[in-house]
Nanobody, 128 residues
Framework: QVQLVESGGGLVQAGGSLRLSCAAS????????MGWFRQAPGKEREFVAA????????VYADSVKGRFTISRDDAKNTVYLQMNSLKPEDTAVYYC?????????????????????WGQGTQVTVSS
């Protein structure tokens, strides 16, 4: 059973940057797609970014394209989300997620239902 632990959230002013980390334990993570999702108060959880198990394909929500970058360091069993030019509407709890099945499709999924394991989340608050 994989465990995911997010860190790096906090309070930042609009236009600022944060880097989130997601450390995986309980398995070797290199063969699994990884994703970041977020949930704002009163809203459904939404897709932010995903990276394929081989690292070659990245998918982003339109709302974060050009501002956020997902990456992975399989030697550290860690996935990152670099967030630049943050906006107040980026305020949410950010969750890391992974699939239970190795060697996913060439393009990682943006669907919440396709991910089996989730972290506890880290709060990101962007002030105007």
């Amino acid at each position: 059973q994989v465990q995911l632990v997010e860190s790096g959230g906090g309070l930042v002013q609009a236009g600022g940057s944060l880097r989130l980390s997601c450390a995986a334990s309980g398995r070797t993570n290199s063969n699994y797609d990884m994703g970041w999702f977020r949930q704002a108060p009163g809203k459904e959880r939404e897709f932010v970014a995903a990276i394929s198990w081989f690292g070659g394909r990245r998918v982003y929500a339109d709302s974060v394209k050009g501002r956020f970058t997902i990456s992975r360091d399989d030697a550290k069993n860690t996935v990152y989300l670099q967030m630049n030019s943050l906006k107040p509407e980026d305020t949410a709890v950010y969750y890391c997620a992974t699939k239970g099945k190795a060697f996913g499709a060439l393009v990682p999924s943006s669907q919440t239902s396709q991910y089996d394991s989730w972290g506890q989340g880290t709060q990101v608050t962007v002030s105007s």
